[in-house]
């Protein structure tokens, strides 16, 4: 309760207001060639989750992507962080080769971006996380005892070289 006397201004009494909320999303995709953009060939991965963090990293907001590998928060203005969780067996691709409207803005290590600060009415539609899965080479070394270049059941693993 504010009181005045007769005569007497207050010019310290303000009020401020946003007309609407802001919208942070886009999309998750699997990177076939793991260059970081997003190619025509290549499918959103549904079912991925997706975190909304304070600029600060506290949790505020969880969802998952759609079916076509959508997602989306609405927020208030202020500055946010969005953070992609890795399916198992997957990695992030590597983030912001190129075009920032169809790159990864995923850190390859933590999934999570750089700090998004938005205004009322914002759209940022450019949120993304490539997903790759990693390739693997090799298999083991055997003492080949016969000389012959297969492994034989009775020709086992080398642990030292």
């Given at each position: 309760?504010?009181?005045?006397?007769?005569?007497?201004?207050?010019?310290?009494?303000?009020?401020?207001?946003?007309?609407?909320?802001?919208?942070?999303?886009?999309?998750?995709?699997?990177?076939?060639?793991?260059?970081?953009?997003?190619?025509?060939?290549?499918?959103?991965?549904?079912?991925?989750?997706?975190?909304?963090?304070?600029?600060?990293?506290?949790?505020?907001?969880?969802?998952?992507?759609?079916?076509?590998?959508?997602?989306?928060?609405?927020?208030?203005?202020?500055?946010?962080?969005?953070?992609?969780?890795?399916?198992?067996?997957?990695?992030?691709?590597?983030?912001?080769?190129?075009?920032?409207?169809?790159?990864?803005?995923?850190?390859?290590?933590?999934?999570?971006?750089?700090?998004?600060?938005?205004?009322?009415?914002?759209?940022?539609?450019?949120?993304?996380?490539?997903?790759?899965?990693?390739?693997?080479?090799?298999?083991?070394?055997w003492e080949d005892q016969d000389e012959d270049g297969q492994q034989d059941a009775?020709?086992?693993?080398?642990?030292?070289?």
């Amino acid at each position: 309760m504010i009181n005045l006397s007769p005569n007497e201004n207050d010019p310290t009494i303000d009020a401020g207001f946003y007309v609407e909320g802001a919208r942070i999303g886009d999309f998750v995709w699997e990177d076939l060639d793991g260059d970081g953009q997003q190619d025509g060939n290549e499918p959103g991965v549904s079912g991925v989750t997706v975190n909304l963090l304070d600029e600060n990293g506290n949790l505020l907001e969880t969802t998952t992507t759609d079916v076509n590998g959508g997602y989306e928060f609405i927020v208030d203005p202020g500055t946010y962080i969005v953070e992609f969780v890795n399916p198992n067996g997957t990695e992030f691709t590597t983030p912001n080769e190129g075009n920032d409207a169809t790159d990864s803005d995923a850190n390859e290590n933590n999934g999570q971006t750089a700090p998004i600060t938005v205004q009322s009415g914002d759209n940022i539609d450019t949120i993304d996380a490539g997903l790759v899965e990693p390739a693997s080479l090799g298999d083991f070394v055997w003492e080949d005892q016969d000389e012959d270049g297969q492994q034989d059941a009775t020709e086992v693993k080398v642990l030292k070289a």
